[in-house]
């Protein structure tokens, strides 16, 4: 077992990667010069480890400042970072250390040489260095906040979150007295005042996308409320966007407040939406299951909550993320029953390595194998992609050279099987054909 094991694992490190997801910066430039590796790694993922683990949110403030000598914020944080070291997430950043940085493991004997190691290497040219030539990553997907449009070409193609129309979020750049509908009124010399007017802004900031190169929708209302989303008839959601208008505009605009839409108006403009794409046969990455961070409604994220969208939207290719953990045996099923339901495997090798195995198995054994993608870092730093790729790639050889072992395919059949799921599937789930070859 062990030989095949790693006979499949020799071949799959040798497979390009499209990375089904990212949360990085658009273009290298556009990084903070000033981070260190504590308040880099700490920006996400382990720091919600280390306060599951006890940690403060105010232990953790101090941790990431980049002010105070990094020994002694170490010693804040090593109590803590013991008991989180061999979850995925932990994993991911000691084999990332080790492979860039030659040091076995982030521990208060290497956290100082690490950090000077850490400044020497993030010079321009250090994602190109982890995602092109560590990692084989052909082309990584996008979401990001740092630009609407721009990206790295060479390294990325972006999606657009549609969050905005549906539950309007504050600008992540604010201007002086702007809000999203006054942005939306500025930037297309529009006027917002009835339904059909936001759905009209709606269309136009989505062609504007799409002519500059935005491949995709991006779905994260799992955050913010279920996922489950009914039909509501135009003059209901009419009448209640008209209510909604109107309160924000005569008190909650005077107060500084962002526009708060009824679930009538938030579940018809989802229907609209999904319409609009359906005609131009677009993808919608949805995130399902886990929310990052502590706390939270992971309920709302059941990605069975979708049941009616795929029905009612074939032609939308519904990309389920992060295997929708814990709700992984529905996600299995979804990708079992309906054609338009693709399963994404990104966060989920650092959520639960364990975990990934036992879906990617059942997936094997339930779904078409055309229709998983089988890694996604989604990070906001370069370098723990390399940590994630490495246990995703163990674990597909695990549950690979399972499969062989049970006699359900040869090795042959399972190499095969992995360059469907790390790029085959992914360039044509998400038509990067053309993008890649350009």
Not at 115 to 142: A, Q, T
Not at 245 to 274: A, P
Request: net charge negative; with cysteine.
């Amino acid at each position: 077992m062990n030989d095949l094991y790693q006979e499949i694992f020799k071949e799959i490190k040798k497979i390009p990667v499209i990375d089904t997801h990212e949360h990085l910066p658009s273009k290298e430039e556009n990084l903070n010069q000033g981070r260190d590796i504590l308040n880099e790694y700490l920006s996400h993922y382990m720091s919600s480890d280390l306060i599951s683990a006890g940690l403060s949110n105010d232990s953790l403030n101090k941790i990431k400042d980049s002010s105070i000598p990094i020994l002694k914020r170490w010693e804040i944080v090593d109590p803590y970072w013991k008991f989180c070291r061999y979850t995925g997430y932990g994993r991911a950043l000691d084999i990332s250390v080790n492979k860039i940085y030659n040091v076995d493991s982030i521990n208060r004997n290497t956290i100082e040489i690490l950090n000077e190691k850490f400044k020497e290497k993030n010079r321009p040219g250090h994602f190109k260095y982890v995602l092109k030539d560590l990692c084989k990553i052909k082309l990584s997907i996008l979401d990001t906040w740092d630009s609407r449009f721009d990206c790295d070409q060479d390294l990325f193609r972006r999606v657009w979150q549609i969050l905005n129309y549906i539950i309007p979020m504050p600008l992540e750049i604010p201007e002086e007295g702007l809000d999203i509908v006054s942005w939306l009124e500025n930037e297309y010399d529009i006027s917002i005042n009835s339904l059909d007017d936001w759905m009209h802004a709606f269309n136009i900031e989505l062609v504007d996308n799409l002519n500059h190169g935005i491949i995709g929708i991006k779905n994260i209302l799992g955050y913010f409320r279920p996922l489950q989303f009914n039909k509501v008839d135009y003059n209901t959601a009419k009448n209640k966007f008209a209510s909604d208008l109107r309160k924000w505009k005569e008190i909650d605009r005077k107060e500084g407040k962002n526009i708060r839409f009824s679930k009538d108006v938030q579940d018809f403009m989802m229907h609209y939406i999904l319409k609009v794409i359906n005609k131009k046969k677009l993808f919608m990455q949805v995130h399902t299951g886990l929310l990052e961070g502590n706390g939270d409604i992971i309920t709302n994220s059941n990605p069975a909550l979708m049941c009616n969208l795929f029905n009612d939207y074939p032609d939308v290719k519904f990309d389920i993320f992060h295997i929708g953990y814990p709700y992984y045996a529905e996600t299995s099923a979804l990708g079992k029953m309906f054609p338009n339901a693709f399963i994404d495997m990104c966060w989920a090798h650092i959520i639960s390595p364990a975990a990934s195995v036992q879906a990617l198995s059942d997936f094997i054994d339930a779904v078409p194998f055309n229709k998983i993608s089988a890694f996604g870092g989604d990070y906001l730093f370069v370098d723990a992609i390399y940590g994630h790729l490495h246990i995703a790639r163990r674990n597909v050889s695990k549950v690979l050279s399972q499969k062989v072992k049970e006699n359900v395919f040869t090795v042959e059949k399972a190499i095969e099987i992995a360059w469907h799921l790390f790029y085959y599937n992914p360039v044509k789930i998400f038509d990067l054909e053309e993008k890649i070859n350009n």
